[in-house]
């Protein structure tokens, strides 16, 4: 019988899980019914429903692992058990990486030529980078099938892959080694664009806030708006990176309390960006309002 935190934490992962898809579900149709009445799909809407799907993707294999590790199901012995969830997590973090270089691009305005020449090309740039980034899913994915031994310590290798062995000793610095190589240049590439973008909004905002005589402006409030959006983002980007790490090096003994808390929040993180995604976009914003309004008149 599960403890009362191990049942717990089952509740709260199928309504993260129903949440998740439900969310991300949302910004699919949105720009699924947008791509039906206009024939087209502007790449960023491309982009963040590439995004979506990997999302939806990630909380179904998120939920089959967490299954496993309320030993409520068992994995079958012929299939990679967790190759599936590497592909999404990867994409997923692509894609939102190249949606804060999108963003970087489209709105700040930092004078550098890359910059410039991204701003010129970025739209149509983005198809590439959603295959670029499915190209690196798959080959980081090989790499896991290939070296799980590197990647998991021997809990997760005896949970998930109990007829392998590590054929030699795996130290923190080995595993330190590989996970870097896998994360340092998604991690890299949006820390710079998040952090151009960020000082570009604050500084705009703040020249605006000071040439502004009137009693409000409304052009600070948008600034405002965009500046805590991406902030939001860069946190909860950061806090996804921080708890996997907590996660693959084992600081906290597997199905502990604070274990599962952190499986939660990896989890959470792909619900709660995707609702900042909408809240954000005044267009997606009001498209999902009238999706909604829709489904409870159909009701």
Same mark, same amino acid.
């Given at each position: ?10 509740? $709260? ?25 206009? +024939?087209?799909?502007?790449? &960023?809407?491309? &982009?963040?429903? #590439? ?52 963003? #970087? ?13 991204? /701003?010129? /090309? ?23 099938? /290939? ?26 610095? $080995? ?15 949006? &820390? ?10 604050? +500084? ?11 009693? +409000? ?21 950061? #806090? ?19 274990? &599962? ?21 005044? /267009? ?12 409870? #008149?159909?009701?």
């Amino acid at each position: 019988m599960l403890a009362s935190h191990l049942v717990s934490h089952l509740v $709260l992962t199928v309504i993260q899980v129903l949440f998740g898809i439900f969310v991300n579900g949302v910004i699919v149709i949105v720009n699924g019914t947008d791509l039906i009445k206009q +024939r087209k799909l502007i790449p &960023l809407d491309l &982009l963040v429903s #590439c995004l979506a799907i990997s999302r939806m993707g990630i909380q179904l294999a998120f939920f089959y692992i967490n299954l496993a590790l309320l030993s409520l199901i068992k994995f079958p012995q012929f299939t990679e058990k967790l190759v599936v969830f590497t592909f999404v997590n990867d994409l997923g973090l692509w894609f939102a990486t190249w949606l804060s270089v999108y963003y #970087c691009t489209k709105i700040a305005t930092v004078a550098h030529p890359l910059l410039f020449w991204l /701003k010129m /090309k970025i739209s149509k740039l983005v198809p590439w980078l959603i295959l670029a980034s499915l190209l690196y899913a798959c080959g980081t994915s090989a790499v896991h099938v /290939k070296y799980k031994w590197v990647f998991y310590g021997e809990d997760f290798l005896s949970l998930f892959f109990p007829n392998v062995t590590a054929p030699i000793e795996v130290t923190p610095s $080995l595993q330190f080694a590989f996970l870097f190589a896998e994360f340092a240049l998604p991690l890299f590439i949006f &820390l710079i664009s998040s952090l151009l973008l960020i000082f570009s909004l604050g +500084r705009h905002a703040w020249q605006v806030r000071n040439t502004w005589t009137g009693p +409000r402006n409304p052009h600070t409030d948008v600034h405002v708006r965009a500046f805590l959006s991406i902030l939001s983002f860069l946190a909860l980007y950061l #806090c996804h990176y921080l708890i996997v790490a907590l996660i693959f090096f084992q600081i906290f003994k597997l199905r502990s309390f604070l274990f &599962l808390f952190c499986a939660f929040t990896v989890g959470s993180y792909h619900s709660v960006h995707s609702i900042t995604l909408i809240l954000g976009n005044p /267009k997606m914003k009001q498209n999902a309002k009238a999706l909604l309004l829709l489904g409870k #008149c159909g009701q």
